[in-house]
């Protein structure tokens, strides 16, 4: 049976203010050709200046990935010419990476794996060629933005943990804070190798590339089609030549770029005008101390605290409600805390198409309506009401339930009156309390709650609602 074996290549530009090896503003997404120096276009006689920033940065993605450290680095020229690389050359790590042999631990379908990281290296971005009708024009923003590339080991061997690895990647390496890796912008770009061969064998098969996929989804896509197509050239008699094929997205197929007729001839040597760089233990354990919570830990505080799985995921996927519980779980109840930034909040934010930062919401403001919440005092129900006044005011919350008549009933002399009133007009779900039936309690529960036209304690009716049934 011929099974896939897929490795991963992943180029991550890094959110640094300035350029790795020049001072030009790190900002590519600004007008063209406005942020760009004599060291960005190769200009004789410039010398480039190592950006200390982009090392602290990729030490971060090499601890946080559990790799090796090289503790003496230096860096490579890798030649080649093509229109976007002004040098001629760009500079990269060949022999010393900053990271390597480390790895990521993804699950998929409940299975825990180690995918291997072969290594991560530091280097710069080209400049970005883009293609129209009257020729190719460039934009030299782009040129020197800092990259770190990622390279898995040929670990994975199906769809799922590809997306899996990569999602692993993307969340780390956003929490960490080094890049904003929105693949869909090409602040992370991917391409995959993928290979069959006889499962069980040690010998692999002839290794195809797929270039620049555009979404994380459609690496899964791609993985896909290729193997069917590998699988049925193979299981037809034919044979397959190492070649570089992109994904159309519009076709869900892959398409041929190139043959790859000889291996790339680079003609590396190191870097005459970067000196070594040697990584002290205090420098590497300063960054260490200095990490973040990532994805990993914060998971098992949300499972440890009986947070929901569904509510976990929404927050690991926004690290903005991620962050903001992080300030506020010492402060109320984080259950609570979750579930209301993850629910009505959450929906608040999206209708209105605005961040949680842009709310000018006091973390104070915020624990007393998880207290309300935490209490009864305000019902889910009320919550969708009070919430838009609430953020778009700057009134106490119990101010806004006065004004909103919410403010509950929890009179007991009051409330066992309402109680006693229900029970009397519903002899048929005593009975049905008496036979050991649940439906019974929340029937009657919904008529009080009814009753007092929803401002009832409900844990308080509840309480006496129970008391009194028992009494029959």
């Known amino acids: 049976m011929l099974v896939p074996t897929i490795g991963i290549e992943v180029h991550v530009e890094l959110k640094s203010k300035s350029k790795v090896y020049s001072t030009s503003k790190n900002a590519f997404s600004n007008e063209p050709n406005t942020f760009v120096n004599e060291i960005d276009l190769g200009y004789p006689g410039t010398l480039p200046k190592l950006n200390k920033e982009v090392i602290n940065m990729a030490l971060k993605a090499s601890i946080a990935c559990h790799c090796h450290i090289n503790k ?105 804070g080094i890049s904003d890796v929105k693949i869909e912008e090409g602040s992370m770009r991917c391409d995959c190798n993928i290979s069959l061969s006889e499962e069980g064998s040690d010998k692999l098969g002839t290794k195809i590339e797929i270039k620049n996929i555009g979404s994380i989804s459609n690496v899964g896509l791609a993985i896909l089609y290729e193997t069917k197509r590998q ?39 190191p870097e ?28 098992n ?41 993850t629910g009505d909040l959450l929906s608040y934010l999206n209708k209105k198409e605005c961040s949680l930062e842009s709310l000018h919401m006091s973390k104070e403001g915020f624990c007393k309506v998880v207290s309300l919440l935490e209490e009864k005092k305000l019902s889910s129900k009320q919550l969708k009401d009070f919430l838009p006044v609430f953020l778009e005011s700057k009134k106490e919350p119990e101010e806004i339930m006065k004004e909103l008549g919410m403010v509950q009933i929890t009179d007991e002399n009051a409330l066992l009156s309402m109680v006693k009133e229900v029970i009397e ?48």
């Open 272 to 299: 005459p005008d970067i000196p070594y760089v040697e990584l002290s233990d205090e420098w590497i354990q300063d960054v260490e101390n200095n990490m973040p919570v990532l994805p990993t830990e914060l998971r």
């Open 301 to 341: 505080y949300y499972r440890e605290v009986g947070i929901n799985e569904n509510a976990i995921q929404t927050l690991i996927s926004n690290i903005e409600l991620s962050k903001y519980l992080e300030e506020v779980k010492k402060l109320c109840n984080p259950v609570v805390a979750a579930n209301f930034l």
């Open 425 to 472: 007009k519903n002899p048929n779900s005593v009975e049905d309390f008496k036979n050991g039936l649940d439906r019974a309690v929340k029937y009657l529960m919904g008529q009080i709650m009814k009753e007092s036209k929803g401002k009832a304690n409900p844990q308080l009716v509840m309480e006496l609602l129970v008391q009194e049934l028992k009494k029959y």
């Open 231 to 269: 699988r049925e050239i193979l299981e037809n008699g034919g044979t397959l030549k190492e070649e570089t094929r992109r994904f159309d997205d519009h076709t869900g197929t892959t398409i041929l770029m190139r043959v790859k007729e000889t291996g790339n001839d680079y003609r590396y040597f």
């Open 72 to 176: 003496r680095m230096h860096w490579d020229r890798k030649n080649y010419f093509y229109p976007d690389l002004p040098k001629g050359y760009q500079i990269t790590q060949q022999d010393t990476p900053i990271g390597y042999d480390g790895y990521l631990e993804i699950n998929v379908d409940g299975q825990k794996k180690k995918i291997g990281m072969e290594r991560i290296h530091i280097e710069e971005d080209t400049c970005k060629s883009i293609h129209g009708l009257s020729g190719t024009m460039l934009n030299f923003n782009r040129a020197g933005v800092p990259l770190i590339e990622v390279v898995s080991k040929p670990d994975m061997k199906s769809d799922k943990e590809a997306v899996a690895y990569l999602e692993t990647l993307r969340e780390t390496l956003l929490y960490l």
